[in-house]
Every structure is written in C-alpha cells, then in structure tokens.
C-alpha cells in the first residue's frame, strides 16, 4: 500500500503540465541523438546541464532522464538501419535487427523494438518502485571477486554466442581484452601499449573501436557491393509487427525484461551484459538456431527489451545508493549535485516528491517515446530510400563529430579510420567483430575487478573459489563452456552456424 | 559623389568600432578547459562558476572537457595554447600541486610555465571508513592502521586522482606506506565497495560522501581542514581529533598560458570575484560543501602561492609512493 502511496505522490509530481512538457523534450532529444551515430547521450546531457539551472531539480532531472532513455530507444534504430550500435549496449541488436532490415522488414523489426522498449520500460518503472530498496542490498553483495566471476561468464557466453568457428570467437574476445588493455595501469601508472602515443594513454575509447569496426567498416562493405544496397532500399515492410511477430516476441521480450532488469541494478555497468544474456538465451531456447545472425525477431525483442528494462534499473543504485553505476549515471550524479540535491541514500526520505517524481516520470516517459516513436518509424525507414551516395558521407560525418564530440581530440577521428580499414579486414577473414568488442568493453572492468580481488585477498586466487556467489557463477561458466566443446555438440553447432 | 562620401565615412565608423572591440577583450567566446569527465566535482564547480562568469564578461565561457592522464592531459593543452585569453583551464590540487611529483615526464611546469587567475573553491578531505571498521575514532585508528598495516586495505579512485593524493600524504604522515591500495576507476565504484564492506578506508571530498556519512552507510574519522564543515558539524577536525600533522584541501582554481594580455587576466580575476561574490551562485558552491577562497586566494599571486604552498606539502609523500 506504501508503494501505491508513493506512486501517487509521483504521479501528481510527473503529471503537472511542466513536468510533462520537460519530460517530452528530454525523450525527443534523447531520440534524436540515439539516432545519430556517434553524438551519445554524455555529450548532450554535459552541454545541456547549464540550460537547466533555471529549472527546479525535480523537472531539471526529469529532462535529464528522458534523453537518457530516449537515446537508447534512438540507438536500436541506428543499429538496425545502418549497422552502427551507438551505444554499448545495441551491439547485438546489430546482428538480427540489421538482417531484418536488409530482408525488407526494417518496419517489423523497429516497431518490435519500440514495443518491447516500451513493455520492458513499465516494468522496469515498477520494479523500482517497489523492489528499489531491497534490491540495492543484493547489488551491495557483489565486491570485486563476484564482478569478476560475472564477467568470465559473461565472457564464455559470448563464445558460445558467437556465428561461426568457436576459434575464431575466441581470438576475437582476446583481441578484445587486449584492447581493453592499452593506456595506463591503474594500479602504478605505468602506459602500456600506447607506443608514446598521448592520447592513447587512457586507452582506447569504446565509441571510436566501435564506430570504427561496425560504422565505417559497414561503410566500406556496402560500397563494395552496389547490389546489396537495392536490397534494403527496395522493401521497406509495413511498420507493425503482424500477429505472428507478435506471438514469437512475447516469451523473449518477458525473458529480455527479466535479465536485463536484473542485471542492470548491478553497479559497474552490468546493463552492458544485458542485451548479450538476452540474445544468447533466446538462442539457446529457439528451437532452430540456425535462424539467428539472419533476422530472427526473438533476437531484436529479447535484447532490446533487456537494454530497456537495464537502463532504467540502472537507476536505482544511482537513486538508493548515490552511486552511479556507469557515466551516464555518473553525469545525473553531476546534474542532481549542480541543483543542490547530494545523491544518497537518503534522498528517498529528504526528497520524496524527485525521488518518486522521477521514477513515474519514467512510466510517463516511455509511453511518450512509444508515441514518437510508432509515427517516427515510417520516417526512420524513409531514411533507408535516401540514395547511399548521399547517406554514406552523411553517416561518417555524423560519426566524426560524435567521436571528436567526445574527448575533442582530432586523434581519435584518425583512429575510428584505422579501426574502419581493421573492421573491413575482419569482415572479408570471416571474424565477427561482436565479440571483440564485447571483450573490450568487459576488459577493462575485468581487469580492474581482478586486480582488486587479488589485492584484497593479499594476492590467493582462491578468493573467487571461497566466495560462494563467485564459485556459482565460475561454476555456470564452465558449464557453459563444457557444454560447446562437447565433441557431439561442437559437431552439432558447428553444422547449424557454419553457412 | 555624396554616396561615395557616405560609404567612407561609414567604413571609417566601421573601422573604428572594430578597432576598439579589438581591444575589449572579450570579442569571442572563451574555452575553459576542464580537464576531467563532465560531471565530476571540478567539472560541476567550473559550469556554476563560468556560468556567471560569462555575464560579467558578456562573452559565453565554453567547458570543454579534455579528460585523460589524471587531468594533465587537458591542463597541458590549456597552456600550451595561444596566450590570447581565449583558452583557460579550471585545474585542481592534483593538476597544478601534485602533478610534478606525481608524473616524472609531465608536459607543463605549474609553478613558473603558466598564469594564475585565481582559486574558485576548496573542498575539505575527510578520512572515511566502512562501518563496522574496528577503530572507534581517529586516534585509534591511527594505532589500529600502523599495528595492521599489512592488513589494512585502502580504496582511492586512481593514480594522480584526490584521493590517491590525500591519501598518500595521510600514509606519509602516519608513516605507514605499506598499506595495502586497491584502485579504482573513480570515486563512485570505490566508494561502492567501501560502503559493501570489501575495503577498509578512503580519503576523499566532501561533496562526495557527506550523504553516505549522514546515512550512517559509512563513518568519518575526521576532516583535515582548519575547521569543522556545517554539511557535516559532527566531524572533528584532524587537529582536535589528534593528527595535527594531516592539514590538506582539494581545491579548483582557474589558469591560462604563461603571457596572456594583462588586460585579459585583470578582466578574468574581476569576472571570477564577481561570481565569487554572486548570491546564485555562492549558494551553489556552498551547496557543495565548498569552501569559498580568501580574498588573497582570489588573485593571481594569492592562487600561485597557494600551488607552491602545497606542492611542497605533498611532493615528499608522493616521490615515495610507487609508481612508474
């Protein structure tokens, strides 16, 4: 009954007309920006953050967390139209949601997104609400060794994950890691890998590899083969999901919205696994497997509900807590301190009308994106009917200005073109670059968990072994692993992936 | 012929209204470099103080954040740009004191290679612990930590960052360097892990974990500044709390390229006091926890000594430490 009593007091916060008007710009700009390869929403809300000192915190923040939001319903649409995951977390929406798209179903899969987007929202608007409190404490269980664990099974998902040679996977998640590995240590200081390069000195930025391996290497594919192009010009489909797209969606966009929610309450950007628990359980449950990496629905509705529900569950280490669990978050932190509002754990009681404000804010929020974004579909796709000559310059424009956007270093523009030639050099070798760059973005974090672990425990690996949430999860990545290299099953996979 | 007339004489008056704007500095918008991720205390301090700035200026003052290498990163483009007046920085303790010490092969030489503008705010350090570390205040925990200090484990959000510097001098000062130092990337996942109980203590800014001290999620040990914060009045001092010796504050302070126009830094000093003084904007730096600087640390010279003053206080601890 509390919970109601909350939900009511938020409402009458969200629901006055100015809150209203805010929290509708705060989704259309999110969406406009996730669309945009490149300009994320860390540059926007930065820029945006001295515009908003004339408002109270409570709208200030509800405007906040609409571009947030809005820019990861934005990102799904780059990454099925063009190939081009703007955010960490739409990588594997590239995967079925672009062949969907170059299979005349652009529509379908867009529509799909927005709508289990939306599902994965409201529930995730409900968890916080009710379970906020209590969840923080399981998120207060997992120290440096757990995280680790976490990651390794992450990691052996992703091989398993993988279209294609197991091998191939694997080397592509070490090259991973070893990006992840450039800059400086840590611990001592010490640069590594930068071969006296200043600004590789704090490693290499996930927008540059990423933009640079799918973006511009996409770029350099489509231009090679005129043909392709007609393919995806030529059909848009219609833009609701049918009946039976419907039917196969439900499951995965539940289960999406259960992992995603869950993972995305973890501190140290455990949304980013989200969308990649998501995809590989929809494939390990499907009964045809095959399908995948060529257009299957499950494989844009479970992760796209799943990077939904993460990102708004995100919230609640930030909201119960005070800690932000990535540098999104890290930039409200920023946002809610300018307006005199110290995040904590105690801004539930001192300030309850932001508190559950934003959190209905929220709900109010996705159905304003579901109504944007519903009529917005037909114009994205009208975006596929743009000749390429015209889109491809665009695109790496767009793409040059977000990267330099990000640290405002002419450095890096150069680098995003190295990784492009590297992209296209993977493409042709038949590597996918999906799992390195999941290897990446796990690396570092990885890497850092590791050494945490080890410098607590005085140096025992046991440390992961004596920890029983740590031992459970090493103990699932096993498993896993076992289970593919099963020789009858390796035999099985090797026949379903390899086309 | 009365036009042509017409067209000189107004291409004169155009000539010099452009000649006298030439000379009011500013004509164009100003870059202040902020050499950390937005969103983070200087960050925060710079967008409150150079949104007033820009008014006494009447040119918008643009935060470009330059993040990367401890903040040096930025600080080095800042004074190696075009002394014009158009491209300052706002640093911090790590970036003009400890940097030196901090990073052998720095670019940039912040007591003599660059021009003071001012200080725009400290903020008081605290010494933090997870709750239930056995020590019950400071005096115990500095017997505590120098009888275990092989078992004693420190969070700080990474090399050359506030709390790796204000630690690092606490360990100097208390004598005790082999204390085990887990790193972090930031303040928030270490601070995380501090209130989970996985790590032992952490010094760092006020801004950053009153909340968690008033939540009781944490304790404070004390605050090593002159006196005690009103955000937190309950926290003694170091010197009433018997550390004496641990005195350090994390300040922000403005700075350009050596050879900037005098007239371009009187102007930035006069627009910085104003903010300074400003209601708005005094409200939000004190909302912070900060502590407003002295009418000496408002001026360039007052700011300079302020860097030398702490430089010398830090670069024995941090020469020490192990690093590269």
Redesign the interface.
Known sequence: METFAHLSLGFGVALTMKNIALCFVGCLVGTLIGVLPGVGP?AT??IL??IT?GLDPTGALIMLAGIYYGAQYGGSTTAILVNIPGEATSVVTTLDGHQMAKQGRAGVALGTAAIGSFFAGCVATVIIAALGAPLTKLA?????AEYFSLMVMGLCFAVVLARGSILKAFCMIMLGLLFSTVG?D??????RLTFGV??L??GIDFSVLAMGVFGFAEVLRNLEAPEARDVVKGKIGRLLPGWDDIKQSIAPVLRGTAIGGILGIL??NGAVLGPFASYTMEKKLAKDPSRFGKGAIEGVAGPESANNAGAQTAFI?LLT?????N?VM??????M??H?I??????MTRNPELFWGMIASMWVGNLMLLVINLPLVGMWVKLLQVPYRLMFPAILIFCCIGIYSV???PLDVAFTALFGLFGYLLIKLGFEPAPMLLGFVLG?LME?KL??AL??S?GSFFTFIERPISAGLLVVAVLVLAIALLPSISKKRDEVFTE | MKKLILGFATAAALAVAGGAQAQGYPTKPITMIVPFAAGGPTDIIARIVADNMSKTLGQQIVIENVAGAGGTTGIGRAVSATPDGYTIAMGHLGTFSAAPATYPGLKYDPFNGMQTIGLAGGTPILIVARKNFEPKDLKDFVTYVKANADKVNEAHAGLGSVSWTTCTLLKGVLGTPKINSVAYRGTGPALNDLVSGQVDFMCDQIVSVAEQVRANTIKAYAIASAERSPALPDVPTTKEAGLPDYQIEAWNGIAGPKGMPKEAVDKLVDALNKALNDEGTKKRLLDLGTVLPTAEERTPAGFAALIKRDADKLTPALSAAPKQ
Do not use: H, Y
């Not at chain 1, 207060?140 to 440096?144: N, S």
């Not at chain 1, 840590?186 to 640069?191: D, M, P, S």
């Not at chain 1, 890290?330 to 946002?335: C, E, K, P, R, S």
């Not at chain 1, 110290?342 to 801004?347: E, H, R, T, W, Y």
């Open positions: 860390i809300i930065s953050l001295p000192f207060l269980l997992f120290g440096p400086t840590l611990e001592t200081g010490q640069e200043a600004s000195s704090d501190p140290g280490p807590l005070g800690i932000p669990p540098a890290a930039l409200m932190v920023g946002a301190t300018i005199g110290i995040p904590g754990p105690q801004v640290n405002n270093q570092k850092e050494r945490q410098i607590i005085r």
